[in-house]
């Protein structure tokens, strides 16, 4: 798949919220045939959970109402769709904002994703969880990082914080999903 920027046409991630690979409407295929049905190129998922990269020479100021109106047109699913190029993501991952740490049980590294910018950057909501360590917030790529520590066996009801403190419209990957979205646009 080709990267970048080609005549106009670009590569981008389209990032779905609550994408359950159980529900027989929210399968791989699924996904890709709406993405397919809109037109888009070199359409592809990666992993069960809501991640397709595709490439389109559209106006990426209406991609992601074009998306989410085709699935839930198509499919039923109302979830929420934020989409970065593969420009803001690689360049996240050049920056490397968690400074190589491990992504293993003791530092889960998650990037939340923000469909508009993060109000007033308001990064201090988990200030006062020892298992949450805020990285920061990335403007370039409308992103929350965080470091989550999974070791303790009290897991932190992060996603429902989240929701709470920022609303809908984000949603949230590991690391390692950030690279292997990136990967495969660039594969």
Same mark, same amino acid.
């Given at each position: 798949?080709?990267?970048?920027?080609? /005549?106009?046409?670009?590569?981008?991630?389209?990032?779905?919220?609550?994408?359950?690979?159980? =529900?027989? =409407?929210?399968?791989?295929?699924?996904?890709?045939?709406?993405?397919?049905?809109? /037109?888009?190129? +070199?359409?592809?998922?990666?992993? @069960?959970?809501? =991640?397709?990269?595709? +490439?389109?020479?559209?106006?990426?100021?209406?991609?992601?109402?074009?998306?989410?109106?085709?699935?839930?047109?198509?499919?039923?699913?109302?979830?929420?769709?934020?989409?970065? @190029?593969?420009?803001?993501?690689?360049?996240?991952?050049?920056?490397?904002?968690?400074?190589?740490?491990?992504?293993?049980?003791? @530092?889960?590294?998650?990037?939340?994703?923000?469909?508009?910018?993060?109000?007033?950057?308001?990064?201090?909501?988990?200030?006062?969880?020892?298992?949450?360590?805020?990285? /920061?917030?990335?403007?370039?790529?409308?992103?929350?990082?965080?470091?989550?520590? =999974?070791?303790?066996?009290?897991?932190?009801?992060?996603?429902?914080?989240?929701?709470?403190?920022?609303?809908?419209?984000?949603?949230?990957?590991?690391?390692?999903?950030?690279? +292997?979205?990136?990967?495969?646009?660039?594969?």
């Amino acid at each position: 798949m080709g990267v970048g920027s080609v /005549g106009g046409v670009e590569s981008y991630a389209a990032l779905l919220r609550g994408i359950m690979p159980t =529900n027989p =409407n929210m399968k791989n295929e699924k996904l890709r045939g709406v993405f397919d049905g809109l /037109g888009f190129d +070199r359409v592809a998922s990666v992993l @069960s959970s809501g =991640n397709i990269v595709f +490439r389109t020479g559209d106006d990426p100021a209406d991609l992601e109402d074009r998306i989410q109106q085709g699935l839930v047109t198509e499919l039923g699913i109302p979830g929420g769709t934020i989409v970065r @190029s593969h420009a803001v993501l690689r360049a996240l991952l050049d920056r490397d904002p968690f400074e190589g740490l491990p992504h293993e049980r003791g @530092s889960y590294l998650t990037v939340t994703f923000f469909k508009h910018e993060m109000r007033d950057a308001d990064t201090t909501a988990f200030t006062d969880d020892p298992l949450t360590r805020v990285i /920061g917030y990335d403007p370039e790529a409308r992103a929350f990082l965080t470091v989550i520590d =999974n070791s303790t066996g009290a897991t932190p009801d992060f996603m429902a914080r989240l929701d709470k403190t920022y609303g809908k419209d984000i949603t949230t990957r590991t690391w390692l999903t950030v690279q +292997r979205v990136v990967k495969k646009i660039e594969g």
